[in-house]
């Protein structure tokens, strides 16, 4: 029986067949390179269970039980604006009040408050860097989302002060946060999912409500291809018309 290649084994013996067609033809031992016309194995991404959109009763649940948890409240507003805002966990962690236009309710995205170069994940040894894309977006703040910050903003927070902090006051290791508050919170409410999940959740009830793939990627930093592949397969199928 003949086996199947995997398509990244299948596009690294392309190029390796590319090479040698260039190769032959600089020593004229071929007229013309006849493999370069060939065309790479589109390997398709397996959609993570994990990552898939919450409904919007689920997305309520995970907030209630956040909000009224005895250890882990202090992360709702946390959540609250990964939901809200769709950004990474990294990107949500390093906001500062600084990034906030409380005139025109939206928050600049800038930057990311990640791990380590050496791989700690742990709050102090966390760096500031571009987000994932390079790419500065300003979203606007739902109503929700904007009187809780007003709520939770100090009178005398510094700009450059984050908006977010852990259990013990120090930025949010996300890594500490999924494998703890997040798990617990999920087993209470019965769903199997990791905080990127909630990114996912915008940008496909986004799409569900009418947005267009270029609105959507505007807010979450990406481009509309990125969108429609990685969002579009959760939208709820339309209610197929009758003709007869």
């Known amino acids: 029986m003949r086996s199947r290649q995997s398509p990244q084994i299948a596009n690294q013996n392309l190029s390796l067949l ?8 600089e020593r004229e031992s071929l007229p013309t390179n006849p493999f370069e016309s060939l065309k790479a194995v589109r ?12 409904t919007v009763e689920q997305t309520r649940a995970v907030l209630n039980a956040f909000k009224f948890h005895p250890a882990y409240h202090c992360y709702h507003d946390y959540v609250m604006a990964l939901i809200y805002l769709g950004a990474r966990p990294s990107e949500v962690a390093g906001l500062r009040w600084g990034d906030i236009d409380w005139q025109n309710q939206s928050v600049t995205i800038a930057e990311s408050l990640s791990r380590n170069e050496d791989g700690r994940t742990a709050g102090y040894a966390r760096q500031r860097k571009d987000t994932k894309n390079h790419k500065v977006r300003r979203v606007t703040i739902h109503p929700n989302l904007f009187t809780v910050l007003q709520g939770r903003m100090p009178p005398d927070a510094k700009p450059n002060a984050l908006i977010f902090l852990s259990q013990k006051g120090l930025p949010i290791d996300d890594h500490n946060f999924s494998q703890r508050p997040w798990k617990v919170i999920c087993n209470q409410v019965g769903i199997d999912r990791v905080p990127y999940s909630l990114r996912h959740s915008l940008g496909s009830h986004m799409l569900e409500r009418g947005a267009t793939d270029a609105q959507v990627a505007q807010v979450m930093g990406n481009t509309p291809e990125t969108v429609n592949r990685h969002y579009a397969h959760a939208i709820s199928s339309p209610e197929m018309p009758g003709f007869t």
């Open 18 to 25: 590319k090479h040698f067609g260039e190769w032959a033809t």
């Open 43 to 54: 390997v398709t991404r397996k959609v993570n269970p994990k990552r898939q959109p919450l």
